[in-house]
Nanobody, 117 residues
């Protein structure tokens, strides 16, 4: 199983980016999918998570600015990031709970988001 993240880049404060993360491999089903981020010198933190049925949770710092969504047919999770701030600068990782012949937690390779002031 692989998670391939994309969409990071450099953007000015107030700008937008859309991250994508596609899961591939011998997947039977996918439960929760989510995005985490890790800024330099800080611990990895949850940004947003979405269930198979579309229920979502967000970190307080991104509520109202970020939107998580998923396409179950494509095994893909998205993160639309609007009104970006310099403090959103971090390496963003996708995560998915995937059932093959057991349920495991899988991570993407990380995609860098840099927001300039």
């Amino acid at each position: 199983v692989q998670l391939q993240a994309s969409g990071g880049g450099l953007v000015q404060s107030g700008g937008s980016l859309r991250l994508s993360c596609a899961a591939s491999g011998s997947i039977v089903s996918i439960n929760n999918m989510g995005w985490y981020r890790q800024a330099p010198g800080k611990q990895r933190e949850l940004v947003a998570r979405i269930t198979t049925g579309g229920l979502t949770i967000y970190a307080d710092s991104v509520k109202g600015r970020f939107t998580i969504s998923r396409d179950n047919a494509k095994n893909t999770v998205y993160l639309q990031m609007n009104s970006l701030k310099p403090e959103d600068t971090a390496l963003y990782y996708c995560n998915a709970e995937i059932f093959i012949n057991y349920l495991g937690s899988y991570w993407g390779q990380g995609t860098l988001v840099t927001v300039s002031s």
